[in-house]
Nanobody, 115 residues
Framework: QVQLMESGGGSVQAGGSLRLSCAAS????????MGWYRQAPGKQRELVAR???????NYADAVKGRFTISRDNAKNTLYLQMNSLKPEDTAVYSC?????????WGQGTQVTVSS
């Protein structure tokens, strides 16, 4: 079975850092395109960062230069390093992948950034 489990969220002051993890089972993260999404209260879910099957990365304009997406094949885990956090980064963050035409999502992890 495919399962994604996020962790690493929490509360942090503006300017702080967090590293989110997405542990995967049933898939090999290094072989798939994966992404981090977030949804803030009253807002639509948006793509934050994506890493392609060959390692290319893309970031939302709002997080460029502050967030880094990466993966560790040995741990079969996707990461999102978030630096210089801003209150507007507050959201539930979820990881996602498409596998055999199906979307898979983790449960999400809450990130709260206070000013």
């Amino acid at each position: 079975q495919v399962q994604l489990m996020e962790s690493g969220g929490g509360s942090v002051q503006a300017g702080g850092s967090l590293r989110l993890s997405c542990a995967a089972s049933g898939i090999i993260v290094n072989t798939l395109a994966m992404g981090w999404y977030r949804q803030a209260p009253g807002k639509q879910r948006e793509l934050v960062a994506r890493i392609g099957s060959f390692g290319s990365t893309n970031y939302a304009d709002a997080v460029k230069g502050r967030f880094t997406i990466s993966r560790d094949n040995a741990k079969n885990t996707l990461y999102l390093q978030m630096n210089s956090l801003k209150p507007e980064d507050t959201a539930v963050y979820s990881c996602n992948t498409k596998y055999y035409a199906n979307d898979y999502w983790g449960q999400g992890t809450q990130v709260t950034v206070s000013s």
